[in-house]
């Protein structure tokens, strides 16, 4: 089993920057790929960025491709999601997930562990 807990959202003006944390615990964190989702008031969940286990390979969804970084350091089991030049409409909750397999998936339904989230609200 995979535990997973998000830290560092918040409320801030469109235009700045956040860091999200994801510290894991339970499984060799290192044999996980790791990924970003959002879920934004009255919208359904969506993939934002996930990495690779171990070669650094990231993906992301088109509309952060630019603006926000998804990293890894196993040796600290933990995945981090820096976001810049924040608008509005990422205003979501923002979620951890962890897989076994070694795809860069950008499908929920891969994804079997999860974290409770975490706010992020970006004003106008």
């Known amino acids: 089993q995979v535990q997973l807990v998000e830290s560092g959202g918040g409320l801030l003006q469109a235009g700045g920057s956040l860091r999200l944390s994801c510290a894991a615990s339970?499984?060799?964190?290192?044999?996980?790929?790791m990924g970003w989702f959002r879920q934004a008031p009255g919208k359904e969940r969506e993939f934002v960025a996930a990495?690779?286990?171990?070669?650094?390979?990231?993906t992301y969804t088109a509309s952060v491709k630019g603006r926000f970084t998804i990293s890894r350091d196993n040796a600290k089991n933990a995945v981090y999601l820096q976001m810049n030049s924040l608008k509005p409409e990422d205003t979501a909750v923002y979620y951890c997930?962890?897989?076994?397999?070694?795809?860069?998936?950008?499908?929920?339904?891969?994804?079997?562990?999860w974290g409770q989230g975490t706010q992020v609200t970006v004003s106008s």
């Open positions: 990495i690779s286990r171990s070669d650094g390979r990231t």
């Open positions: 339970g499984r060799t964190f290192s044999l996980l790929t």
């Open positions: 997930a962890g897989r076994s397999g070694g795809s860069l998936s950008s499908r929920e339904y891969d994804y079997p562990y």
